[in-house]
T-cell receptor, first 113, second 114 residues
């Protein structure tokens, strides 16, 4: 069966420090991969999606970047965190080429202080 | 573009009450529709889905019917439990030029009291 792992679960980082959040998927190949952010108020904002290695699409301009160095690995990064980067970050995957659901990781709670 | 509108709540019910959370959508194509649930501090879990008009998705006593004529996918449960307290998201998946993308509503917080 397919599983998605996301870590760390919680993170407290000072303003101006770098960020690296990692997500890996097991049990499937060539998935679509997504990073979402959920700020206070519960809404979900799509940050990045990837249809393959090295292929990243950004949905909103921001202080973050994403990379996909391997087929089932998706990394969210920042060189210098801002207070406004605080939030709950969710990684997700879906089967490529099908109009179907996405499966989510457990999320990372990031607090920038 | 695509959009999903759901009642924002919060919704507070007593145990065994009937639940309805309204969801309507706008899509350029022929979307699939979903309800996700998020328990405190966790990621989203798929609750149910429907992929074509008049399909009924169901799971754990929850139901929703894909209504193309009214572009709606309302979530219902006949008798809620305290353990149903969570945030519920309505979502659609549609082709966005190069990829299928999920579009979410803003979520509805449900609190069920004993």
């Amino acid at each position: 069966s397919q599983t998605i792992h996301q870590w760390p679960a919680t993170l407290v980082q000072p303003v101006g420090s770098p960020l690296s959040l990692e997500c890996t998927v097991e049990g499937t190949s060539n998935p679509n991969l997504y990073w979402y952010r959920q700020a206070a108020g519960r809404g979900l904002q799509l940050l990045f999606y990837s249809v393959g290695i090295g292929q990243i699409s950004s949905e909103v301009p921001q202080n973050l970047s994403a990379s996909r160095p391997q087929d089932r690995q998706f990394i969210l990064s920042s060189k210098k965190l801002l207070l406004s980067d605080s939030g709950f970050y969710l990684c997700a995957w879906s089967v490529k080429g099908m109009n179907t659901e996405a499966f989510f990781g457990q999320g990372t709670r990031l607090t920038v202080v | 573009g695509n959009s999903v509108t759901q009642m924002e709540g919060p919704v507070t019910l007593s145990e065994e009450a009937f639940l309805t959370i309204n969801c309507t959508y706008t899509a350029t194509g022929y979307p699939s529709l979903f309800w996700y649930v998020q328990y405190p501090g966790e990621g989203l879990q798929l609750l149910l889905k429907a992929t074509k008009a008049d399909d009924k998705g169901s799971n754990k006593g929850f139901e929703a019917t894909y209504r193309k004529e009214t572009t709606s996918f309302h979530l219902e449960k006949g008798s809620v439990q305290v353990s149903d307290s969570a945030v519920y998201f309505c979502a659609l998946s549609d082709y966005g030029g190069s990829n299928y993308k999920l579009t979410f509503g803003k979520g509805t917080l449900l609190t069920v009291n004993p």
